[in-house]
């Protein structure tokens, strides 16, 4: 499961005891079974705006490459840039940046009316985490070697978390007290009208949630370097959303294969994918007009056409807590004023490397 949302994880307590990464109940023997049939535990992970948000949604509806398949995909999401039209209007600007040189030139516009540019989580692992593997992708760089060994001293990598962490250490493009935030802070000041512009995935039912009008915004692809998203260079999102799972020692394997099923089929996943401003990965849902909407293009194209896959290796948790931790840390010296150098960066990203489990 892939999200940058605040840890607010729960179960969703119903006549079957049910909330997305594993359903099941467990037995120590390591074999399923079927010996508790009335039984069933859906466990789920902050899939809305939070836990509340979640259960709402849930509890009516329930009343790597070459190797087997672990989880089949529940909601497909892809980072958009949010944009606040009325800020935009005020400020002269006509349209979304498509470019980082006209996100930040934008930003000099905006800052003169008196707002904020760019919202970010600067203390959020995963966010920074998402957002720095991005730029990556956009330098031509890579955190691990192709036999997935950690490299993340490399010249390309080192640039392209300087370029993410300078949009506030240089371009002001971030204001410094967005280096503390990590619970959806940058989502409440976009929705505020405080920020003019927000990188999140999918986060239509997050804003209708804060109280936004879908007409307030506007949503477009996130910047590239230079020309258009796509492939290799011009990746623009990670590949996100969240898996579904059977536990292989449930006590209930029938009931958790066939609530698989029920949450996967179509009727489901249009009912869910719609609460949460999500894309059903199951195709043959996609075609209800509710998925078809200029909001629902940007992400639906980005999956199709300039998504990537972070990596796919064993250490990749704490690949996402060492460098997460590594941009949080160049966010605070970028916010008390200390200087965000090459150097400072690679030594940042080298401490991170040192604790990365043995390959």
């Known amino acids: 499961m ?4 605040a840890a607010a994880t729960g179960a969703v307590t119903l006549s079957l005891v049910l909330a997305a990464t594993a359903c099941g109940g467990g037995s120590s023997g390591g074999g399923g079974s079927d010996d508790s049939p009335k039984t069933l535990t859906y466990w789920a992970s902050n899939q809305g705006a939070s836990a509340a948000v ?6 009516p509806e329930t009343g790597a490459a070459g190797k087997d398949t672990a989880a089949i995909p529940l909601y497909s999401m892809a980072y958009a840039l949010y944009y606040n039209k009325k800020v935009f209007a005020d400020a002269g600007i006509s349209k979304p940046p498509a470019t980082w040189d006209e996100l930040v030139a934008d930003g000099k516009k905006i800052e003169a009316g008196g707002k904020s540019p760019l919202g970010a989580e600067g203390s959020n692992l995963a966010e920074n985490i ?10 031509g760089a890579g955190f691990f070697t192709t036999d997935g060994k950690p490299d ?9 978390v300087r370029s993410y962490v300078d949009l506030m250490a240089k371009d002001k493009t971030i204001p410094a007290g967005d280096a503390e935030y990590a619970q959806n802070q940058s989502v409440s000041d976009f929705v505020k009208g405080k920020q003019a512009m927000l990188l999140w995935q999918s986060a239509g039912a997050n804003l209708t949630s804060q109280g936004m ?4 915004y506007g949503i477009a692809p996130v910047p590239v370097i230079s020309g258009k998203p796509g492939p290799g260079t011009q990746v623009d999102s990670a590949v996100m959303g969240i898996n579904m799972a059977v536990f292989k020692n449930t006590h209930n394997l029938d009931g958790a294969t066939q609530f698989v099923k029920f949450m996967t089929s179509d009727a489901e996943q249009k009912i869910l994918n719609k609460a949460y ?4 990965p199951v195709t043959s849902a996609q075609s209800d007009p509710a998925f078809g909407t200029p909001a629902t293009a940007v992400l639906k194209n980005t999956l199709a056409a300039s998504a990537a896959a972070l990596p796919q290796v064993a250490s990749e948790s704490q690949f996402e807590t060492t460098v997460g931790t590594a941009v949080k840390n160049l966010f605070a010296d970028a916010a008390a004023g ?8 690679r030594a940042e990203l080298q401490k991170a490397q040192q604790q990365m489990p043995a390959a």
């Open 130 to 139: 998402h957002h720095v593997f991005v730029f990556a992708e956009q330098h």
């Open 152 to 160: 993340f001293t490399g010249p390309k990598v080192v640039e392209a």
């Open 2 to 5: 892939r999200s940058i949302r």
């Open 277 to 280: 401003s999500s894309i059903p």
């Open 338 to 345: 200390r200087a965000v150098t090459t150097d400072s960066v």
């Open 54 to 59: 979640d259960k709402q949604v849930l509890q």
């Open 213 to 216: 009008s879908a007409d307030a």
